[in-house]
Structure formats: structure tokens, C-alpha cells
């Protein structure tokens, strides 16, 4: 007989391992089962209390995930059958009686957790709800972490989450995986708040932590759950291989006093390998994926491409910017955007010198919507650098230091100006 | 579920284009699938008047409640599965191209 701490001890490790594996599958099912995302929450809270103190007098189950889902789901029970006696019979207590009728399932996904994550994903809601529905529901973040992502108050964050999951009830978002005609622009819109999970973890835009690896690692946990869920999918994959292509750089990103570090300056050698081996191998399935259904190469798939000729390059010099500058003009065609034609720019420039890409940022039209996005001034000027007109490119270093939101960047462009003004006195 | 779709007349959207408006072909599409319960055009802001009732006085104004670029040109009320048919059918309505389309559930008195 083990001595009661080691079976507590056993007992939590035995918990925290089926909680990380299992509890999105079990508050997704509970959500269908009760139309009831609060009471989900609770029953799944419930259970899991519940198996912390039983677990260690009793012994861990042999399923422990069957076990707090029975144990979640029968709360869930107790909580309505509570609510209705006090009450009229209300929705929730029909819906328990004749659960949902099942749509026929779309290609051969029928799984509680995508119906969860393509909900929290529904184009009806605000673009900032996704993200925090998703971060809290579908990645179990406690509201005070959700909250912190974006920067706002736990207060302001329950309220946030509470009018979303109201708009779900009230205007009856369904809790389903949308049928196959609809399912392309419904995917399209989870992979939109996936990336933007992990833009933000890779490198968020406000605040002093330019990084945030955790919140990256759980985008790409989400992501590659996604490509399970329905696999075959050209943009899911392309989508995981563009995050684990950058995710593989963050050891190198910061410098030892954490000051950032840009992509040519890297050392490759702290680039993690396995890493990039995967998503070499993820963009190869992506690629076959797209042969077979025969349709043009999509976004993700764009940028996968773009990163794997960073990640792959054995120096920076020997990058293949002429492929890079090609693929950020198809990028261009098929979703127009200032920031990609700023990219293609940087692109011609290291290709084909920086008078070519001086000479493609003037035809673009980029200062309209760009004139008050940092990196456009930062751009600038260090193609004025690069052609060692100190003078010229002074000016849109100031410009870009004032417009950065970052404190990392505003070190990282106050360097370059104190270089400039220090070889200025040198002359 | 039943949803009242607003037709909003939007001065800033693309011009009428009679030929490519395809309201009979939607409304016997409804009609067709039993989710039509009823619609209408509605005069415009010029043709309202709105009432307020204060300390137990009526004052009519002439015109709507308030003054907008935009405003409800029509109504269709719908019954269907879930918001996301109801999406389908009002993309669907000319109006959504040379107008807006607003969509709001219905919020039964609960009895």
C-alpha cells in the first residue's frame, strides 16, 4: 500500500495529465449536450474537484476521462433538474430531454471539439470574441490569462465573455461543424483566429514582452489539432507549417539582454531543427494535398512557402530573395495587403539591390494606409542605410520610432539612430 | 427560430441595378420553403411620424425618431433552423447588394 501522500500526489499528476488530454473533448460535449456553455464550465470544474478528493482515498480509475465525464455530466443533470423545479421548464431542460438532432456529419468530421472551436470561430462575432471565446473555451485559459493576452481587466474580460456566449444562445449561432458548403469560408475564418492566437504569442503587439512563447506553443497545440480533425486540408497544414517555421526561431529572436534581433543577424545555429524538419515535412503534405484537390495555392500555403526559404537557407546572404519577392507577388494577388507589398519590397531589395526596392515602395501605394505603421519608415530607412545615405535615412528612423508600439523595437531603432549620429560625429 | 430581416436602404452602396434585382425569385424561394411569415416595403422617413408620450402629453413629430443616412426600407420575417440559414437567405436578398441586410432574432415572450 503506498503511503496517502504518494496516492495524492499520484492521484494529481494522474489528473493534470487527463485534464490537459481530455477536458476539451468533455466541455465540448457537455456544451452539446446542455446548450449551456457556463454550466459546461462549472459541471467540468465539479468533477474535477470532485476527483481530487476521491481519486486519492479510492484510487485513480481506469478511465479516468470516462470517469470525469460521467461524473461533470451528471452535475450538469443535478444543475438542471434543480433549475427546473424551481422553475417552468425552460429551454435547457428541453434541450437535455431531445438532445439535438444530429446533421448528417460533412466529409468525416463529427467531433465535439471542432463543433466547439468552429462556434467560438462564427463570423457573427466580433473578431476580439473569437479570440477570447477560443483562448477560454476551447485552450481552457483561466479569464485572468485571457485577459491578460489582451491587455484589458479579468472584469472587462468576464464581460466580454459572458455578451459572447449570450450572442451564441440569443441568435441562435448553431453548435455544429458547418455543412460542406459553407465549410471552406468557415474555415478559412478559424484559421484567421488561429494565426492571429499565434501572432500574438509570437510577437504581440503591444506592451514591453515582444514574445509570448506560451501562447505561441498553444496556438500551434490548437492548430495541429485542427489538421487532425480534418486532415488533408492544404491551408490547416500550410497554416501549421507557417507557425512552426517562425515558431522555430524564438531562441534566437532576443539577444541575451533581450533586445531584439532581426532575421539576418540570427544565429541559426539556436534555430530549433526538429522544428523546422516538421514543418518542412507538414508543407510537403500541404503541397500534395493541394495537387490532389487541384486548386490554386491559398494564403497560408503562400507564406508557409515564404517562411520555409528563410528557415532553410544556410545564411542569410544565400537566401533565395528572388523566389521570396515572387511568391509575396502571387501573395499580393490573391489577398491584397500593404504590409505583404512592403514585404515584396524588402524582397527586391536584398535580391536586386536597394534602388530596386526604393524604386518599387515609390509605385506603391502604401502611404495612405501605411503611413502610420512603423515598420513602412523602418523599411525606409534601412534601405537608405544599405546605400550608406546616413542622411536620407535618419529622418524615417525618427518617424519609425515614434510610430513603434513595442519598447523592445523602440531600443532596437534608437541603436540604429545613435549609430548613425555617432558616425556623423566621427566625419 | 424566427428572425426579422431589416432591409436598409444605404445611400453609399452600389447603384440600383433593375435587371439584377432578383426580389420575386427570393421571395417565392421563401415562399417555395414554408419560412416566409410576412414582409413588406415600408414608405420612407419622410412619410413617418413618431410619437412620444411625456406626463401623459402627445407630441407628434414629423419624420423618424432619428435623423440617419441610413434607414428600414422593408422587413421580412423568417422562420428558420438557425442564424446561420438565416444569414444564407438575407445574402441572398438583392438589398443585401444595394443596401444592408440586418438580422435580428426574435426574443419570444417566454408563456
Not at chain 1, 486532415?231 to 526561431?249: D, G, K, M, Y
Not at chain 2, 414554408?34 to 406626463?55: E, H, K, Y
Not at chain 2, 438557425?82 to 426574443?107: K, S, Y
Request: hydrophobic content about 45%.
Amino acid at each position: 500500500m503506498p503511503a496517502p501522500r504518494d496516492a495524492a500526489t499520484e492521484a494529481s499528476a494522474a489528473l493534470a495529465e487527463v485534464v490537459a488530454s481530455e477536458r476539451l473533448r468533455i466541455v465540448a460535449t457537455l456544451i452539446r449536450h446542455t446548450g449551456d456553455w457556463d454550466l459546461a464550465e462549472d459541471s467540468f470544474h465539479d468533477a474535477v474537484t470532485r476527483a481530487l478528493t476521491t481519486w486519492p482515498e479510492r484510487g485513480i480509475p481506469d478511465n479516468p476521462g470516462a470517469w470525469l465525464t460521467t461524473v461533470a455530466r451528471n452535475a450538469a443533470t443535478d444543475a438542471i433538474r434543480r433549475v427546473t423545479t424551481e422553475r417552468r421548464a425552460t429551454e435547457r431542460h428541453a434541450r437535455e430531454l431531445e438532445p439535438p438532432e444530429e446533421e448528417a456529419p460533412t466529409m468525416q468530421i463529427d467531433d465535439d471539439r471542432l463543433r466547439l472551436i468552429f462556434t467560438c470561430c462564427h463570423p457573427a462575432l466580433a473578431m476580439e470574441s473569437r479570440v477570447a471565446l477560443t483562448l477560454r473555451t476551447v485552450l481552457g485559459l483561466t479569464v485572468a490569462e485571457t485577459a491578460g493576452v489582451f491587455l484589458v481587466s479579468e472584469q472587462t474580460m468576464q464581460k466580454r465573455l459572458v455578451r459572447a456566449r449570450a450572442k451564441i444562445r440569443a441568435a441562435g449561432i448553431p453548435y455544429r461543424v458547418p455543412p460542406l458548403r459553407l465549410l471552406p469560408e468557415r474555415t478559412a475564418g478559424v484559421l484567421a483566429v488561429l494565426y492571429l492566437l499565434f501572432s500574438e504569442g509570437y510577437s504581440s503587439g503591444s506592451g514591453d514582452d515582444i514574445v509570448r512563447p506560451a501562447l505561441a506553443d498553444e496556438a500551434i497545440r490548437l492548430t495541429r489539432l485542427v489538421a487532425q480533425l480534418m486532415p488533408q486540408q492544404p491551408e490547416v497544414l500550410a497554416l501549421l507549417a507557417l507557425q512552426l517555421f517562425q515558431h522555430s526561431r524564438t531562441p534566437a529572436r532576443l539577444d541575451a539582454e533581450g533586445e531584439l534581433v532581426l532575421l539576418a543577424e540570427q544565429d541559426r545555429t539556436l534555430w530549433d531543427a526538429a522544428a523546422i524538419a516538421e514543418a518542412v515535412r507538414v508543407l510537403a503534405e500541404a503541397e500534395t494535398a493541394l495537387r490532389e484537390v487541384g486548386a490554386a495555392p491559398g494564403p497560408y500555403l503562400l507564406q508557409a512557402q515564404i517562411a520555409a526559404e528563410h528557415a532553410t537557407a544556410p545564411t542569410a546572404e544565400a537566401t533565395r530573395f528572388d523566389r521570396i519577392a515572387s511568391l509575396y507577388a502571387r501573395l499580393s494577388k490573391i489577398s491584397p495587403s500593404p504590409v505583404i507589398d512592403l514585404n515584396r519590397a524588402i524582397a527586391v531589395a536584398l535580391s536586386d539591390g536597394p534602388d530596386a526596392g526604393i524604386a518599387l515602395l515609390d509605385t506603391l501605394d502604401l502611404d495612405a494606409p501605411l503611413a502610420e505603421y512603423h515598420l513602412l519608415h523602418a523599411t525606409r530607412a534601412d534601405l537608405w542605410r544599405r546605400r550608406g545615405e546616413d542622411a536620407e535615412a535618419l529622418p524615417h528612423y525618427r518617424r519609425a520610432l515614434a510610430l513603434a508600439p513595442t519598447a523592445a523595437e523602440r531600443r532596437f531603432l534608437q541603436r540604429r539612430i545613435d549609430e548613425i549620429e555617432e558616425r556623423a560625429a566621427r566625419a | 427560430m424566427e428572425y426579422l430581416l431589416l432591409i436598409i436602404n444605404d445611400p453609399e452602396a452600389p447603384t440600383y441595378i433593375p435587371e439584377e434585382d432578383n426580389i420575386e425569385e427570393w421571395s417565392a424561394d421563401i415562399e417555395r420553403r414554408g419560412i416566409a411569415r410576412t414582409g413588406n416595403r415600408l414608405r420612407p422617413p419622410s412619410d413617418a411620424t413618431t410619437v412620444t408620450v411625456r406626463d401623459g402629453a402627445t407630441i407628434l413629430t414629423d419624420g423618424p425618431f432619428a435623423e440617419t443616412k441610413e434607414w428600414v426600407a422593408g422587413f421580412d420575417l423568417i422562420d428558420v433552423e438557425n442564424l446561420d440559414e438565416a444569414l444564407e437567405i438575407a445574402a441572398a436578398h438583392p438589398m443585401a447588394r444595394f443596401g444592408r441586410v440586418e438580422v435580428r432574432p426574435i426574443w419570444p415572450f417566454e408563456g
